[in-house]
């Protein structure tokens, strides 16, 4: 994936076909042949957006029909340690993302961050010496697109950042992140990020050198609302594991889905807090009847106190209400002819009942009349 | 001042909110703060006229330097008239297709620039856009608008630990796909929301709105605490009072 492979353009085909479910274990089929065991676009791992599955997997299967970094018909393997992590303005992920970093450093990994939304400063705020010296930041917050005077920018613009974190990793497992995707996705051509950021977690040298344990992994932070299904689609068929956010009365959760080359993608939800050194917490999951701001000491208030019609029974009044009888009793008679219908029901039947003030008289009140 | 080096998103949705806008200007004016007003929706005597009812004087602070204001209505006019060489903030009007804010941007860095000379210091610089939505119906695309504000935030709020203050719509049902990228993209760079909105069940004459506070980027990772409140609100003459969801005086 050099710079002299032609860049896919990314067109919606005209009348988008729905998708064929997702997940399986890719026996090629057709057009879906250079998919292996991918669902197209991962359509069911955005719950948070409204548009049709259609659209979205028509958008994924466009990219995937131009073809992949290889060329039209070579399947396009997800990198295997490209983690996108998808927030919303309600549930940030610069936290989690800055948490999965501290890990990272932690391992002794040397940790390679692009940043373009935040500031050096910023992004270092709350993390300890020791964190801090394996942290190398490459700024692209101050002046990305070289906008000032004595040009503080990076040379060769966000491209060339980021091919430049490719050499930069020296011998031994590393970790980069990206803060952010989103940022990326808008100032670069999506095929271009896709190409880079593949060529990125793949290893340079030969794959036999080096062992699995010391490969490159690649975090990245994108912005769910800021893109259509298209890009959406194509960086999540890149990752390997992605990261929804989302949570429930303060609580976060991370809905993660799992791409394992040959196998089912794994779908699991966790339930996390991070601390204020940014440690992460996994929590298991908040019962849903929890109100942590309700008063628990509020006494219940009787609603037919004060009221200016009165809502209480007495005694005598509840007994003459429960021997009250009903104006219209199903009188067994009738329960029966019900039960047994067709025994000559030639014309219809009425079922009179009388009640306590009815007068029967059998006679027939016309005998009067001298007609 | 405890708050620097922010970015406070002010939004509005099926309402008017450019009452904040009045009041964060007559606020930071007062708070003796160095002010760019980038007033592209009304005239400055109007300002002006919400100002001198909110306590400060716009004409005066514009005077003694205090207030440096772009007026978009009558500059976006000289844009045609002056020579194409000439730099202009509103310089994206004349072109083809709308480029970058770059001009903007020179004109805000210029304005808000903290000079070492002997004249009255004053507190932060503050940057006020009304508003970034009519930039959308100007032809600029919304990844310019955000980097403008994104190169804003580098200068102001992170080198010169000044504010940013910048009103956007929010255009609801209307599947505007700009307005929404637009929206959504500065709230993630935001680190408070401000949104007033209309009253679901519609207008009323005592309750004008209410206004949902959002701390987008606490100082603390995610706590258990309540990042947002809600608050009702009424405009009056002089001022606006602000009560609990339900508690209007007019409804008590």
Redesign the interface.
Same mark, same amino acid.
């Given at each position: 994936a050099g710079p002299g492979a032609p860049a896919a353009q990314l067109r919606q085909p005209p009348g988008g076909s729905p998708p064929p479910p997702g997940g399986g274990t890719g026996a090629p089929s057709g057009r879906r042949g250079c998919r292996e065991g991918h669902g197209a676009g991962g359509s069911q791992s955005h719950p948070r957006r409204g548009e049709s599955p259609a659209e979205r997997g028509a958008g994924g299967q466009a990219w995937a029909a131009r073809g992949g970094p290889h060329g039209r018909g070579v399947a396009p393997t997800a990198s295997p340690r490209l983690r996108a992590e998808a927030d919303s303005? !309600?549930w940030?992920g610069?936290?989690l993302l800055?948490?999965l970093v501290k890990k990272s450093a932690l391992r002794g990994e040397q940790v390679h961050v692009l940043g373009c !939304?935040v500031?050096e400063?910023?992004f270092r705020e709350?993390f300890d010496s020791n964190i801090n010296s394996r942290l190398v930041y490459h700024d692209l /917050?101050?002046?990305?697109?070289s906008?000032s005077k004595p040009g503080k920018a990076l040379p060769g613009g966000p491209l060339e950042a980021l091919r430049a974190l490719d050499k930069r990793t020296v011998s031994g497992p590393a970790t980069i992140a990206l803060d952010s995707l989103?940022w990326l996705l808008?100032?670069l051509p999506c095929p271009t990020l896709c190409q880079t950021l593949h060529a990125l977690s793949r290893q340079d040298s030969c794959p036999g050198d080096t062992p699995p344990g010391e490969q490159v992994r690649v975090l990245g932070l994108l912005?769910e !609302?800021?893109h259509?299904p298209g890009p959406l689609g194509a960086l999540s068929s890149l990752a390997q594991t992605e990261v929804t956010l989302s949570g429930m009365m303060?609580?976060?959760s991370a809905q993660i889905l799992c791409r394992r080359p040959r196998q089912r993608p794994t779908h699991q939800t966790q339930w996390f807090?991070?601390?204020?050194d /940014?440690s992460l917490e996994l929590q298991a999951e908040p019962p849903l009847e929890s109100q942590?701001?309700s008063d628990p000491h509020t006494p219940s208030v009787d609603p037919t106190t004060h009221l200016t019609f009165n809502l209480h029974l007495s005694k005598k009044e509840r007994e003459a209400k429960d021997s009250l009888t009903l104006p219209f009793q199903f009188s067994s008679e009738k329960q029966q002819a019900l039960l047994r219908p067709g025994l000559g029901q030639a014309t219809s039947h009425i079922f009179y009942e009388p009640d306590a003030y009815d007068d029967l008289d059998q006679e027939d009140p016309d005998d009067d009349l001298d007609v | 001042m405890s708050v620097q080096g922010k970015l406070t998103l002010l939004c509005d949705a099926k309402t008017d909110g450019s009452f904040l806008v009045h009041h964060f200007l007559s606020f930071y004016l007062k708070a003796n703060c160095k002010v760019c007003l980038v007033a592209l929706i009304q005239s400055f005597s109007h300002y002006n006229i919400v100002g001198q009812k909110l306590g400060v004087s716009l004409t005066a602070a514009r005077e003694r330097g205090q207030l440096v204001v772009l007026e978009g209505l009558k500059s976006g006019v000289d844009v045609f008239f002056r020579p194409r060489e000439e730099p202009h903030p509103l310089q994206f009007l004349r072109e083809a297709n709308a480029g970058?804010l770059?001009p903007l941007?020179?004109f805000v860095r210029d304005a808000l620039q903290p000079v070492d000379s002997g004249e009255a210091a004053w507190r932060c610089p503050v940057l006020l856009v009304d508003d970034l939505s009519v930039l959308l119906s100007l032809g600029v695309g919304p990844?310019a608008v +955000?980097?403008f504000v %994104?190169?804003c935030r580098?200068t102001v709020c992170?080198e010169w630990k000044g504010n940013v203050v910048c009103l956007v719509h929010d255009s609801g049902d209307t599947e505007d796909?700009e307005s929404?990228?637009l929206l959504?993209?500065l709230? %993630?760079?935001s680190h408070l929301?401000l949104r007033a909105e209309g009253l679901a069940t519609g207008f009323c004459k005592d309750v004008h709105g209410q206004l949902r506070i +959002?701390w987008?980027?606490p100082l603390?990772?995610?706590? %258990?605490?309540?990042?947002s409140l809600t608050y009702q609100y009424k405009i009056q003459d002089k001022s606006v009072s602000f009560f609990a969801k339900g508690m209007s005086p007019a409804v008590l």
């Open positions: 303005v !309600e940030e610069r936290s800055k948490a !939304e500031s400063e910023e709350g /917050f101050r002046d990305p697109l906008w989103s808008h100032h912005h !609302e800021l259509g303060g609580q976060a807090s991070i601390l204020p /940014f942590p701001r | 970058d770059q941007y020179a990844v +955000l980097d %994104h190169y580098a992170q796909e929404d990228v959504n993209g709230s %993630h760079q929301i +959002l987008r980027r603390q990772p995610t706590t %258990h605490r309540d990042r």
